[in-house]
């Protein structure tokens, strides 16, 4: 049968060229020898060369119809018509999209899309234009973020080095913090041995005492047993003398006799009244009962129910006993109960000095940590992240308003939505936020994009209480080449109707 090609198939093969197949790709559409052609995934498929684009579907993978939309587009086997854009950048559509009416200047400025109806007129010097303006602005606006983000580097090695020095100087200050704590220990320790040799001290002089004590109750008493006998004597005497006088016969003319009764008559007339206060070995034992009381003031307070010794020797004993008794370490004891030191003040003082010393000590080792701590965190790429430590953006977006700290939380209203975690390099990750309503803790991951300043450009919540955050920041730029600009490019169509 005579092969009458259609418009179609006219307007699809112009001099050899395959519409929809870019010039590199023109390869594959050689015709063998004898006129005929393989489906490019399946080569046991051979066509006539007129079913090339002969608007009906031949190839299970379409490739047999590059510049008509007869071979579906579906996921497995998706199908591009290749538009040449001269004088802007080659580009490919969806088949489906070829002939379908609609100028699609987006991918296809050149309106070869449309070629069957020619409809759509070339638009790519405007589109070129605003490539251009596009790759000119966006260029410029690298530029100044890249410089941006070079001051925020900065800024973070000087952050780090003030806190290097921070963490240097607490670092002296802890030892020598240190140092000042072991001297007190020290010197407590050496006032504890002093203590032990007044305790020596006291025990010899005590000791000494009260060998004295004894020997003086000793000798007292002597004396007032020989004072006794002495006063019986002089009593008995004077009783025989008394008798004298009174049963004397004064009609004997003896002088001897006269003279001895004058002489008895004289002494006792002149004899002193006898005080009243004469020492008595209970007066003087008596004293030395109120010197113990004195000496109880000092000394730790005895057991209730001993009873002081009236005995001077024993009861130095007693005292220096419970003055010994003090020294010993206690068994801990009901502190009202206990008695009181009322002579180691210094050293009391001391151990408050030490305890609150230690307290100042654990309190700079804790501040010391963190800081020391914050040194060895991972801050990102050149740790650029010191550099907005403690700064926050703030951002309403939809009905919240949420709050982004760096390295620190994220806020939407109230709600906490995670503390940080970590930075990858492009994401920051936050977690362990407030519980979701029958669902996980909240937590958040914010990709860091190129920016001028940190802005909060976006938030979505592809799992409930999964955040994902769009920031842009010029922590998140590096140098690009115009190609990798010109990916985000979209043409702006709205002038070209
Ligand atoms: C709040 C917000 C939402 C979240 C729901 C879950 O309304 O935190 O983002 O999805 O709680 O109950």
Sequence with gaps: MLYIPSLLALATIVAGHIMGVSPENQH??????????????????????????????????????????????????PQYFYCANEGYLPKYIENF?????????????????EYLSGKCEN?????????????????LAMVNALKFKDELVAKARVNKAKLEEKVASMKSELQSKTQDLERLNQQLKEAEDDETNDENFSQSILNELASYAELIENQFSQLFASSNAQKERVAQLEQLLADLVKNYNPNFNDLSVKQ????????????????????????????????AEKLKLWLPVSTPG???????????????????????PKEPTNESQAPKRRFTGSLSKLREKISSAEKDLNAQMADFSIHDDSLQKDYGPNEILRAVEGEWVNKKIGEYTYKLGFLDAIYQDNTLVGRFANFDGSSLHYTQGSKCWNG??????????????NDLVSVSEPEKCQYKFILESPIGCSQMSNDEIGESFKVDTSGFN
């Design 28 to 77: 594959l559409y050689d015709v063998s020898d004898d006129g005929t052609w393989r489906c490019l995934l399946d080569l046991s498929i051979v066509l006539q060369a007129h079913q090339i684009n002969d608007n009906f579907c031949d190839c299970p993978d379409g490739s047999d119809e590059p510049g008509t939309n007869a071979c579906e587009f579906t996921e497995d086997a």
């Design 97 to 113: 999209k070829v002939n379908d009416g609609v100028c699609d200047y987006d991918v296809c400025c050149d309106g070869s899309d």
């Design 123 to 139: 638009r790519c010097g405007e589109v070129m234009q605003q490539y251009q303006n596009y790759i000119n602005d966006r260029g």
């Design 260 to 291: 001895c009764v004058k002489l008895f008559e004289e002494y006792i007339s002149n004899k002193p009244q006898e005080s009243e206060n004469q020492p008595t070995l209970e007066k003087f034992k008596e004293g030395f009962a109120s010197l």
């Design 306 to 328: 001993i009873a002081i010794v009236p005995n001077l020797g024993n009861m130095m004993h007693y005292y220096y006993g419970q003055l010994i008794s003090n020294f010993k």
């Design 440 to 453: 996980p803790q909240r937590s958040a991951v914010v990709q860091i994009v190129c920016g001028p300043l």
